[in-house]
């Protein structure tokens, strides 16, 4: 259903009623999974926007002294698992 120039509502409510049914679901159905798939891009995209954000903080943390015992306990981890996570990706 595209159309080359801006149409009137009687066009438009023309076009629409001669449009088989099936392209007007499919185009409804599109829209409807469309906001859910988005919704997932965007959380994903502020996830790893958070994880770069952390790896930069621990950066800065080991950089002013900041213990590996003391970043994995804030993180919620052994000294062990933050140094193990976070060494390789600062």
């Known amino acids: 259903m595209k159309t080359a120039m801006k149409l009137t509502d009687e066009q438009y409510a023309t076009q629409f009623e001669n449009t088989d049914p099936g392209v007007i679901l499919d ?19 502020r996830l790893e926007t958070a994880e770069r954000e952390l ?28 140094q193990s996570y976070y060494a390789g990706r600062i």
């Open 27 to 45: 185009s409804a159905r599109a829209v409807f999974e469309g906001e859910p798939l988005r919704r997932i891009q965007v959380a994903r995209d």
């Open 55 to 82: 790896v930069d903080a621990v950066r800065f943390a080991r950089k002013a002294g900041v213990t590996w015992q003391a970043i994995g306990g804030l993180l919620g981890m052994t000294r062990q698992g933050a």
